[in-house]
């Protein structure tokens, strides 16, 4: 037992020691130094040194997280959020190619994603919510294979959603609500076998909800579907209920029409169901109300015929920053 914790005392030493006496990167080292020249004195004053990974005197700059490769010391993570950076994206974070995760969420960035971002390869997180980028969804991410979490809402995005995101196999959690995208939601993203939670809430998106899941076996994994605060029309197919993974269905503020389809209670998870201020009519089928799961389906603002009665008590959904975490 002792032998076991000396050899793994040795091997923490040992990577300490080669952290620390590493090298980091010339092209990380030029970049980093290149954001800090362009970032608000709030980053800058806690950056001392030239060394982001710190030089053995200097602990490594806040929000920078480095790692060994070789002989050399790279910059996988940077975060740096909530301190008011004011400007464009700063280019040179382009040239940090081995970044897992990129943080610059609530900010006050402007103009652009540069098309250069596709460059990241290796990136799994990218959280640039909160800020005021403007123009397109570069298409470029789509070129991110690696992406997990995507997180742009809160900006001011204009056009349509880019079908490039549909090659973006491990996405699990795209936001993008809060927006001012257009346009039809891409059929292609639900060809995305991983992920969990769609959110493009907020924009001025139109469609129908047959034509995003017209592809067989659409959203397999899903569990949050958030499409409210659009102008999508048509009525709710049953072949909705086919997303057997679902949990929460957020439809409201739209101009959906019809009954509801019996098909969509069975739904086995479903927990969440926001109907209100639509053109919805006709009756609910009694098996809502028999869900085993259904905790809240909010109704208001329809046209339905009388007795038709919601469940559970209407909440305004808040997002807090422990529903990002990843």
Known sequence: MASRCELLLICVFSLLFALAHSKTL??????????????????????????????????????????????YRVVTELEVYAVSIVGPFPIAVTNLLDLTRLDLHNNKLTGPIPPQIGRLKRLKVLNLRWNKLQDVIPPEIGELKRLTHLYLSFNSFKGEIPKELAALPELRYLYLQENRLIGRIPAELGTLQNLRHLDVGNNHLVGTI???????????????????????????????????????????????????????????KLTYLYLDHNQFS?????????????????????????????????????????????
């Not at 679902?246 to 959906?256: G, Q």
Request: net charge negative; with cysteine; proline share 7%.
């Open 26 to 71: 010339k092209r990380d080292v030029k970049a980093l130094n290149e954001i800090k020249a362009s970032l608000g004195w709030r980053v800058v004053y806690s950056w001392v040194g030239d060394d982001p990974c710190g030089d053995g005197d200097l602990p490594p700059w806040s929000g920078v997280t480095c790692s060994t490769q070789g002989d």
């Open 210 to 268: 047959r034509e995003l899941i017209r592809f067989d076996g659409s959203f397999p994994s899903l569990r949050n579907l958030y499409l409210n605060n659009n102008y999508l029309s048509g009525g709710i197919p049953a072949q909705l209920s086919n997303l057997t993974n679902l949990e929460i269905v957020y439809l409201s503020y739209n101009k959906f029409i019809g009954n509801i389809p019996f098909a969509i209670a069975h739904i086995p």
């Open 282 to 326: 006709g009756r609910i089928p009694d098996a809502f109300y028999k869900h085993p799961f259904l905790k809240e389906m909010y109704i208001e603002g329809n046209m339905f015929k009388a007795g038709v009665n919601p469940i559970g008590t209407h909440k305004v959904l808040e997002v807090s920053d422990a529903d990002f975490a990843v």
